[in-house]
Protein backbone atom coordinates (compact mmCIF):
# COMPACT_ATOMS: atom_id res chain seq x y z
CA UNK A 1 0.00 0.00 0.00
CA UNK A 2 1.49 3.10 -0.68
CA UNK A 3 -0.27 5.32 1.48
CA UNK A 4 0.01 3.61 4.54
CA UNK A 5 -3.61 3.41 6.53
CA UNK A 6 -5.36 5.33 3.67
CA UNK A 7 -8.32 2.61 3.44
CA UNK A 8 -9.24 -0.76 4.37
CA UNK A 9 -11.05 -3.32 2.75
CA UNK A 10 -14.33 -4.13 4.66
CA UNK A 11 -15.31 -6.45 1.76
CA UNK A 12 -14.61 -8.72 -1.17
CA UNK A 13 -16.96 -10.85 -3.72
CA UNK A 14 -16.31 -12.61 -6.51
CA UNK A 15 -19.52 -12.25 -8.73
CA UNK A 16 -18.74 -13.53 -11.91
CA UNK A 17 -16.09 -15.38 -13.80
CA UNK A 18 -13.78 -11.75 -13.88
CA UNK A 19 -15.99 -9.88 -11.26
CA UNK A 20 -15.64 -8.43 -8.33
CA UNK A 21 -17.78 -5.75 -5.71
CA UNK A 22 -15.22 -4.33 -3.12
CA UNK A 23 -15.77 -2.00 0.09
CA UNK A 24 -13.70 -0.06 1.16
CA UNK A 25 -13.77 2.20 3.87
CA UNK A 26 -11.55 5.58 3.59
CA UNK A 27 -9.26 7.08 6.51
CA UNK A 28 -10.78 10.62 6.45
CA UNK A 29 -8.34 11.53 9.09
CA UNK A 30 -5.12 10.39 6.48
CA UNK A 31 -2.61 13.57 5.95
CA UNK A 32 -3.61 13.53 2.21
CA UNK A 33 -7.06 15.14 3.14
CA UNK A 34 -5.03 18.47 5.09
CA UNK A 35 -3.80 19.10 1.86
CA UNK A 36 -6.86 18.26 -0.28
CA UNK A 37 -8.68 20.55 0.88
CA UNK A 38 -8.26 21.83 4.09
CA UNK A 39 -11.71 22.17 5.68
CA UNK A 40 -13.27 20.51 2.54
CA UNK A 41 -12.10 17.26 1.99
CA UNK A 42 -11.97 16.06 -1.67
CA UNK A 43 -10.55 12.68 -2.51
CA UNK A 44 -7.47 12.95 -5.31
CA UNK A 45 -8.05 11.25 -8.38
CA UNK A 46 -4.52 9.95 -8.57
CA UNK A 47 -5.52 7.82 -5.06
CA UNK A 48 -8.65 6.64 -6.71
CA UNK A 49 -6.53 5.06 -9.29
CA UNK A 50 -3.49 3.97 -6.77
CA UNK A 51 -6.31 2.44 -5.13
CA UNK A 52 -7.75 0.05 -7.82
CA UNK A 53 -4.06 -0.74 -9.21
CA UNK A 54 -3.90 -1.98 -5.44
CA UNK A 55 -6.92 -4.18 -5.29
CA UNK A 56 -6.05 -5.51 -8.67
CA UNK A 57 -2.58 -6.59 -8.02
CA UNK A 58 -4.33 -8.87 -4.74
CA UNK A 59 -6.91 -10.04 -6.87
CA UNK A 60 -4.24 -11.09 -9.53
CA UNK A 61 -1.50 -11.99 -7.17
CA UNK A 62 0.49 -9.79 -9.43
CA UNK A 63 2.94 -7.28 -8.95
CA UNK A 64 1.15 -4.33 -11.77
CA UNK A 65 2.24 -1.11 -14.30
CA UNK A 66 -0.21 0.78 -15.61
CA UNK A 67 0.09 0.83 -19.33
CA UNK A 68 -2.61 2.70 -20.15
CA UNK A 69 -5.51 4.87 -18.73
CA UNK A 70 -7.71 4.67 -21.78
CA UNK A 71 -11.15 6.22 -19.90
CA UNK A 72 -11.13 7.81 -16.96
CA UNK A 73 -14.32 9.67 -15.87
CA UNK A 74 -14.78 11.67 -11.98
CA UNK A 75 -18.51 11.75 -12.03
CA UNK A 76 -18.84 13.14 -8.85
CA UNK A 77 -16.30 14.56 -5.67
CA UNK A 78 -16.04 12.11 -2.64
CA UNK A 79 -15.92 13.63 0.40
CA UNK A 80 -14.29 11.10 2.87
CA UNK A 81 -15.84 13.18 5.80
CA UNK A 82 -19.67 12.42 4.25
CA UNK A 83 -19.08 9.25 2.63
CA UNK A 84 -16.31 7.16 3.34
CA UNK A 85 -17.30 3.89 2.45
CA UNK A 86 -16.89 3.53 -1.33
CA UNK A 87 -17.89 0.17 -3.55
CA UNK A 88 -15.68 -0.57 -6.20
CA UNK A 89 -17.51 -3.01 -9.19
CA UNK A 90 -14.00 -4.23 -11.02
CA UNK A 91 -14.00 -6.50 -13.66
CA UNK A 92 -10.69 -8.08 -14.77
CA UNK A 93 -9.53 -9.95 -17.45
CA UNK A 94 -5.87 -11.15 -18.65
CA UNK A 95 -5.16 -10.97 -22.12
CA UNK A 96 -3.35 -13.67 -24.31
CA UNK A 97 -0.33 -11.43 -24.08
CA UNK A 98 -0.28 -11.38 -20.13
CA UNK A 99 -1.75 -7.66 -19.87
CA UNK A 100 -4.18 -7.00 -16.77
CA UNK A 101 -7.40 -5.30 -18.41
CA UNK A 102 -9.69 -3.72 -16.00
CA UNK A 103 -13.00 -1.59 -15.98
CA UNK A 104 -13.82 -0.37 -12.98
CA UNK A 105 -16.92 1.87 -11.66
CA UNK A 106 -16.70 3.20 -8.31
CA UNK A 107 -20.56 4.10 -6.00
CA UNK A 108 -20.71 5.86 -2.79
CA UNK A 109 -24.31 4.85 -1.62
CA UNK A 110 -26.23 5.20 -5.35
CA UNK A 111 -24.00 7.78 -6.71
CA UNK A 112 -21.27 6.64 -9.39
CA UNK A 113 -18.25 8.63 -8.39
CA UNK A 114 -15.41 7.53 -11.14
CA UNK A 115 -15.77 5.10 -14.17
CA UNK A 116 -12.60 3.90 -15.74
CA UNK A 117 -10.67 1.38 -17.95
CA UNK A 118 -7.16 0.88 -18.06
CA UNK A 119 -4.32 -1.86 -18.61
CA UNK A 120 -1.57 -3.04 -16.63
CA UNK A 121 1.47 -4.62 -17.57
CA UNK A 122 2.82 -7.49 -15.36
CA UNK A 123 6.18 -6.75 -13.59
Given at each position: ??????????????????????????????????????????????????????????????????????????????????????????????????LVKVKNTTYFND?????????????
Amino acid sequence: MVLKDFYKVLSEEKTGDSKYNITILINEKHEVFKGHFPGNPIMPGVCMIQIIKELTEAITKSTLMIQTLANVKFMALINPEATPELRLELDITITEDDLVKVKNTTYFNDTVALKLSNVYKKI
